[in-house]
T-cell receptor
Framework: GAVVSQHPSWVICKSGTSVKIECRSLDFQATTMFWYRQFPKQSLMLMATSNEGSKATYEQGVEKDKFLINHASLTLSTLTVTSAHPEDSSFYIC????????????FGPGTRLTVL | AQRVTQPEKLLSVFKGAPVELKCNYSYSGSPELFWYVQYSRQRLQLLLR??SRESIKGFTADLNKGETSFHLKKPFAQEEDSAMYYC?????????????FGTGTLLAVQP
């Protein structure tokens, strides 16, 4: 089946620094990738929809200047958390949609971000 | 606006008992409905979708447009079914349409 990878799987950073998270579709092409945020014991909240070669579409309440998304190729999207603060600590999950008739969506394993 | 409601945060049953995880949605159009499962320390994965009308791992779900529900059912729960289950909705058609998730139900199957 289709596999989505994320790197790193976990990261600890100091407040004020920036962190980049990569999301790759390993064996398929994805014109659309999605970034979610999940707080402990809570649901996935969609942050933004990323389309290859164009600007990401952010959900209401998500700061686009804080959460920079780049989707440079059909297999790679990156999320950069700029000037991270402790409240940005969370589990970030990416998802990629297969270019096919059923548009199935596959999820990465997530990245645990802890901001000190 | 689209919304998915899963009223139960936790559902605890004994092994062999029937299971029903509730999901209700609100959407004026024709939605695509999904159930995703997240086992402990694993990624989210698709369990089933309403258009497939299939049974996966003994689970079934029927879309009831009149009641706007998509409840997940299994006649005999197994311990390995213990996981977090999310109901999700997507507007019909279009690769960029986003998935909207419910808050999830933790299923705990006791031995």
């Amino acid at each position: 089946g289709a596999v989505v990878s994320q790197h790193p799987s976990w990261v600890i950073c100091k407040s004020g620094t920036s962190v980049k998270i990569e999301c790759r579709s390993l064996d398929f092409q994805a014109t659309t990738m999605f970034w979610y945020r999940q707080f402990p014991k809570q649901s996935l909240m969609l942050m933004a929809t990323s389309n290859e070669g164009s600007k990401a579409t952010y959900e209401q309440g998500v700061e686009k200047d804080k959460f920079l998304i780049n989707h440079a190729s059909l297999t790679l999207s990156t999320l950069t958390v700029t000037s991270a603060h402790p409240e940005d600590s969370s589990f970030y999950i990416c998802s990629a949609r297969v270019i096919s008739g059923d548009n199935e969506q596959f999820f990465g394993p997530g990245t645990r971000l802890t901001v000190l | 606006a689209q919304r998915v409601t899963q009223p139960e945060k936790l559902l605890s049953v004994f092994k062999g008992a029937p299971v029903e995880l509730k999901c209700n949605y609100s959407y004026s159009g024709s939605p695509e409905l999904f159930w995703y499962v997240q086992y402990s320390r694993q990624r989210l994965q698709l369990l089933l979708r309403h258009i497939s009308r299939e049974s996966i791992k003994g689970f079934t779900a029927d879309l009831n447009k009149g009641e706007t529900s998509f409840h997940l059912k299994k006649p005999f729960a197994q311990e390995e079914d213990s996981a977090m289950y999310y109901c999700a909705l997507r507007r019909g058609g279009g690769a960029t349409n986003k998935l909207i998730f419910g808050t999830g139900t933790l299923l705990a199957v006791q031995p």
